[in-house]
T-cell receptor, first 115, second 111 residues
Framework: DGGITQSPKYLFRKEGQNVTLSCEQNLNHDAMYWYRQDPGQGLRLIYYSQIVNDFQKGDIAEGYSVSREKKESFPLTVTSAQKNPTAFYLCASSIFSGQGTDTQYFGPGTRLTVL | DAKTTQPNSMESNEEEPVHLPCNHS???????IHWYRQLPSQGPEYVIH???SNVNNRMASLAIAEDRKSSTLILHRATLRDAAVYYC????????????FGKGTRLHILP
């Protein structure tokens, strides 16, 4: 089945530690995205990538880093510099036509808790 | 980016139609109107999108005002599985394809 996988589903980390969240897609999509969602809030864009080896900061990139070495993979690292990392993290992908019509497909999310 | 305004929450009875409104008074001529929904503890899923004409698909219908300053997502016969947060989003042709999610409308379905 084609889709987006995120792992792990739940992640616990101690304060001061870096942690990497995995996102893989087999939809052959060029564009991939990372969002953060806090309780009762909408999604906020962290980073996005429209092509391999290139990525752009979103609205809340501070304290996060990404890489895009392969088309199907877009891992997100939450660094110790992120002051409030506890949140629900969602990865998405889409084709990129620039026509305003592209559908984003989302993974199941990773719930990160900092202890 | 043009913004949208939605009610924070709505209630509807099961098996009745639901009309979810969205205001977008600053919409530009090239903005598409998209709707996504997010079920509890899941990622959002695409529902429908349109530009000027009303649109129908298996999930819902999208009614777009003639001046395009507002739109309505219509669920023809709500079920308990339709309880979710519904997001109305504008996406511009030619932009870098970011989606800006607001807080959306939380839809409660009463059995």
């Amino acid at each position: 089945d084609g889709g987006i996988t995120q792992s792990p589903k739940y992640l616990f980390r101690k304060e001061g530690q870096n942690v990497t969240l995995s996102c893989e897609q087999n939809l052959n999509h060029d564009a991939m995205y990372w969002y953060r969602q806090d309780p009762g809030q909408g999604l906020r864009l962290i980073y996005y990538s429209q092509i391999v080896n290139d990525f752009q900061k979103g609205d809340i990139a501070e304290g996060y880093s990404v890489s895009r070495e392969k088309k199907e993979s877009f891992p997100l690292t939450v660094t110790s510099a992120q002051k409030n990392p506890t949140a629900f993290y969602l990865c998405a992908s889409s084709i990129f036509s620039g026509q305003g019509t592209d559908t984003q497909y989302f993974g199941p999310g990773t719930r990160l808790t900092v202890l | 980016d043009a913004k949208t305004t939605q009610p924070n929450s709505m209630e509807s009875n099961e098996e009745e139609p639901v009309h979810l409104p969205c205001n977008h008074s600053t919409i530009s001529g090239t903005d598409y109107i998209h709707w996504y929904r997010q079920l509890p503890s899941q990622g959002p899923e695409y529902v429908i999108h349109g530009l000027t004409s009303n649109v129908n698909n298996r999930m819902a219908s999208l009614a777009i005002a003639e001046d395009r300053k507002s739109s309505t997502l219509i669920l023809h016969r709500a079920t308990l599985r339709d309880a979710a947060v519904y997001y109305c989003i504008l996406r511009d042709r030619g932009r870098d394809d970011k989606i800006i999610f607001g807080k959306g409308t939380r839809l409660h379905i009463l059995p």
